[in-house]
């Protein structure tokens, strides 16, 4: 069993930067692929980026490549979602989510067995 829990959304002016952290309990986070999704209001939830057990490979939505950075710290058992050059379309709720059951950096949230409650980014024009 893995619990996610997410932190360092908040309110941000375009062209700003936040960083999101997902803390993880268990002894086996660093087995598991990491990706963080969003969920705009009346969306749905989209993949954003995804980070492999090693943190050897990345993958990322096209909508945020080259702005954000997914990466993670096994020792810590966190990963984390650099976003630089927030637009007011990346205002969402964003969801840290984990998977026992692919390996590298998959894309699609019905792999994800676990995921966290959501921290809000908010990014005004």
């Known amino acids: 069993q893995v619990q996610l829990l997410e932190s360092g959304g908040g309110l941000v002016q375009a062209g700003g930067s936040l960083r999101l952290s997902c803390a993880a309990s268990?002894?086996?986070?660093?087995?598991?692929?990491m990706g963080w999704f969003r969920q705009a209001p009346g969306k749905e939830r989209e993949f954003v980026a995804a980070?492999?057990?090693?943190?050897?490979?990345?993958a990322y939505a096209d909508s945020v490549k080259g702005r954000f950075t997914i990466s993670r710290d096994n020792a810590k058992n966190t990963v984390y979602l650099q976003m630089n050059s927030l637009k007011p379309e990346d205002t969402a709720v964003y969801y840290c989510?984990?998977?026992?059951?692919?390996?590298?950096?998959?894309?699609?949230?019905?792999?994800?067995?676990?995921w966290g409650q959501g921290t809000q980014v908010t990014v005004s024009s």
């Open positions: 980070i492999s057990w090693s943190g050897g490979s990345t």
């Open positions: 989510a984990a998977s026992s059951v692919v390996a590298g950096t998959p894309l699609r949230p019905n792999v994800y067995n676990y």
């Open positions: 268990g002894r086996t986070f660093s087995s598991y692929a």
